[in-house]
């Protein structure tokens, strides 16, 4: 088998969260509901006609930020910027910004490879932070926070989201796998394919070390002097086949999701979190 045959055949392989209604929902209103919508409501309370400068930390290819992009086009002086500390994927993003420049006529997000650790922003000089299922990945994540502060203006947002461990959904799963010695977790990934999950037994490796919950988060901002202004909920569903095999339930708990976005106890039904802090 040669390596053209091989890369064919991991792209078919790769193929679960393509198919997936719950998968696909999440990363709908992710992108859509609180990134998107949030960074729009920010743009539009603008008291200025300077330039607002935003920037998409750990942005990996650019998904995020396109989305975000997309979404808050209409508005002008707005200069875009994504920073990963993977070079490949910030490349990737580039080329992907390219192409928006020059075959749909877009303003260009620029993208750079940088740590989140030591940004390469002067103290002061932006005006939004977006940062999305990235403060999981890091052992200490406080230096991170500090440096969020350290280059947003006086009176900047930093738009975090993060896993919620606090969710009843993956609370109720714990516990009946618990009762189950192990089989409920089998059972529920049960039809997902190797290269979207590796097999149970696999290690983390770098993964989600730093999955707290919303009152140590509070804590760290306030700490850095960027306090948490408001939570945002995030869908009660990430994708699995379990969901997916019970079209109706999942389709059901995705047409009531909008409903859940208001009721006092929302933020235990949400599989993770989005919190808006604000520079003082």
């Not at 989140?116 to 994540?141: K, R, T, W, Y």
Request: with cysteine; charged share 20%.
């Amino acid at each position: 088998m040669n390596m053209i045959e091989k890369q064919h055949n991991w792209a078919d392989a790769e193929k679960f969260f393509n198919r997936s209604w719950t998968h696909i929902f999440y990363f709908w209103k992710l992108r859509q509901i609180m990134l998107g919508k949030t960074v729009k409501n920010l743009l539009k309370k603008r008291q200025s006609n300077a330039q607002t400068r935003i920037v998409d930390l750990g942005c990996g290819p650019g998904t995020n930020v396109f989305d975000v992009y997309d979404m808050c086009a209409d508005f002008k002086q707005v200069a875009w910027f994504a920073l990963d500390l993977n070079q490949r994927e910030a490349a990737m993003g580039a080329s992907r910004s390219t192409y928006r420049v020059q075959e749909r006529h877009m303003q260009a997000v620029h993208f750079m490879a940088g740590d989140i650790f030591n940004l390469p922003f002067a103290d002061n000089s932006i005006d939004i932070l977006i940062s999305s299922e990235v403060v999981e990945h890091l052992p200490d994540p406080l230096p991170a926070l500090a440096e969020m502060q350290r280059v947003l203006k006086s009176g900047g947002y930093a738009m975090v989201t993060t896993p919620n461990p606090r969710n009843l959904p993956e609370i109720l799963g714990y516990a009946m796998d618990k009762l189950t010695g192990g089989g409920f977790k089998k059972m529920y990934w049960k039809g997902q394919d190797d290269v979207s999950a590796p097999p149970l037994s696999a290690e983390v490796g770098f993964g989600h070390v730093s999955v707290y919950p919303f009152p140590v988060w509070r804590d760290w901002f306030a700490a850095v002097n960027l306090p948490v202004v408001r939570k945002i909920r995030g869908p009660m569903l990430f994708g699995s086949p379990f969901f997916d095999r019970l079209r109706f339930l999942s389709g059901m708990i995705i047409a009531l999701d909008a409903l859940l976005d208001y009721l006092p106890f929302r933020f235990i039904t949400t599989t993770n979190l989005g919190m808006l802090c604000r520079k003082k």
